[in-house]
């Protein structure tokens, strides 16, 4: 069954002097779910502008993007929020720690923030911590950004796209400022929680290796699905095997 299925979907960017810069030119493509799979394009392709409609930092020129069924255009823009903070994870190449806080507190923020910076209850403190110790860094829960490593930060940053159980993880760039070994510790890390989990995982990436961890790639240039892009999965089998 579709997670994610947009249709002729477009972005153009209005910018002063009346100049006009369309960045997506009619996408369409699908995501099923627990499906794992790349979006992958240089730079300048429309990628990432596709990843943040996709996951309601952004809104669409045109086309139709339906979520679970759900036709997003109809969606107030709280409704949008919700559904981002309810099923949605983000994952991003500059991991975006909060530089003063512990790895616990960070991983605990986007519960109070969605729920307006309240003390987080005992059993999400719990969580946080049992997420923290999965990703290997039980012992790192009360360091700062600072004292952990680039792979370290960047398995907080991961935990923390998960704290709210979501059914979808976005990761921008998630390998851009690792180096090759840590990077195939992370990219073996989205395959596990694909695999065990079950998270639908998004990967947006200019790096062909990085495809070679997911189930399928959806190239993305000017604006447009490359002909011939597997943009939607396979139904014969009902398999997610590539």
Sequence with gaps: MALIEVSNLTK????????????????????????????MGASGSGKSTLMNILGFLDTPSGGEYRFDGRDVSRLTSDER????A???????????????????????????????????????????????AMLGLEGRMN????????????????????VNDPEILFADEPTGNLDSKTTVEILELF????????????????????????????HVRDGLVVPGSPS????????NEP
């Design 81 to 84: 929020a919700d559904l981002r």
């Design 86 to 132: 309810a099923r949605i994870g983000w994952v991003f190449q500059s991991f975006n720690l909060l530089a003063r806080t512990s790895a616990l507190q960070n991983v605990l923020m986007p519960l109070e923030y969605h729920r307006g910076r309240r003390a987080p209850r005992a059993r999400e403190v719990e969580r946080a911590k049992e997420l923290l």
């Design 12 to 39: 153009t960017y209005h910018l002063p002097g009346g100049i006009d810069v369309p960045v997506l030119k009619g996408v369409s493509l699908s995501v099923e779910k627990g499906d794992l799979v790349a979006l």
């Design 191 to 218: 395959r596990r929680l694909n695999a065990e989990k079950g998270i639908t995982i998004v990967l947006v990436t200019h790096d062909a290796e990085v495809c070679d961890y997911t189930r399928r790639t959806i």
């Design 143 to 162: 360091h700062t950004p600072a004292q952990l490593s680039g792979g370290q930060q960047q398995r907080v940053a991961i935990a923390r796209s998960l």
């Design 232 to 239: 939607v999965p396979p139904q014969a089998s009902g398999s």
